[in-house]
């Protein structure tokens, strides 16, 4: 009796034990800023070229999502992979330090931006499931992360999609779309994939990975969605000095 009730004790702790060593996960699309394939403002050539992911805005550069996540205190690189398919020039594989998360970057060719935007929207509907081993762990990303981003030109402007886009999952995916005017562009196909847009935007911006950070962040407290896009729209006003009420009104969540 002694020893029965003993294991009644331990069970819910054992049980917990084994609910947090479950990884989360987080897949980030990364449309290569491009000036030669792109319907953007031209930017300096070193950033602008699509092919060159070491220096490019979204990607190399200060405040492009590797550069910034690998100088981050809170994020440690696992593994680095130079073109890991035709579409994508550069592979990241982030550890958060304090947490079981893991955040996989991926730098699409940006040429190739109308392709991101669908797989991007096929993985928000549960398809393109992509299995990473790291230290003898199986990471699920693609249709079968946890979290889903988008980060880039709003490709959507120029061109429409086709794809998978019927939502499959008993779940619904948390994603986060750092374009322009997202969600009036994002809006109708994202709502085929019953996703929760945790952060998307009303008007023009600039997608650099500060936003993107402080949304992950908060997102990784469990925080509430009003909560995690208070984080984006504080990050973006700190960098942008565009007022925190312009950044309120630029970063909205849900529908």
């Known amino acids: 009796m002694k020893n029965l009730l003993l294991f ?5 702790f054992l049980c917990y034990s084994k609910i947090e060593q479950t990884p989360k996960t987080i897949h980030v699309f990364v449309a290569l800023c491009d000036n030669a394939n792109q319907g953007i403002v031209p930017v300096p050539a070193k950033l602008g070229n699509g092919q060159d992911a070491r220096n490019n805005l979204y990607w190399g550069a200060m405040y492009g999502v590797k550069a910034y996540f690998k100088k981050s205190q ?14 994508i020039v550069e592979r990241v594989l982030f550890k958060h330090k304090t947490t079981n998360t893991y955040l996989l970057a991926d730098a699409y060719n940006g040429k190739y931006i ?3 935007t669908i797989n991007f929207l096929e993985s928000n509907a549960g398809n393109n499931s992509l299995k990473i081993s790291s230290n003898q762990t199986e990471l699920c990303f693609g249709g079968d992360a946890d979290l889903l981003a988008y980060v880039g030109h709003d490709g959507l402007m ?3 999609v086709e ?3 019927e939502g499959k ?8 779309i750092l374009a322009c005017v997202s969600k009036t562009y994002f809006k109708a196909y994202l709502k085929l994939t019953k996703a929760n847009p945790l952060v998307w935007t009303t008007g023009l911006m600039a997608p650099e990975a500060y936003t ?4 992950i962040d908060g997102w990784i407290l469990n925080e509430s969605d009003l909560q995690i896009r208070e984080r984006a729209a504080q990050a973006y006003h700190k960098y942008q000095k565009c ?10 969540t849900g529908y």
């Not at 009644?8 to 819910?12: F, N, S, Y």
């Not at 696992?78 to 073109?83: A, F, H, R």
């Open 243 to 252: 007022g925190i009420r312009g950044a309120r009104k630029l970063l909205v």
């Open 74 to 87: 809170d994020w440690e690189v696992l593994t680095t992979v130079v073109n890991p398919t035709d579409l």
């Open 114 to 116: 109308q392709q991101a």
């Open 169 to 176: 999952d008993t779940s619904t995916k948390d994603t986060i």
């Open 158 to 160: 120029e061109f429409d």
């Open 212 to 215: 993107l950070k402080s949304s």
């Open 8 to 12: 009644l004790i331990v069970l819910p």
């Open 163 to 165: 794809g998978d886009f």
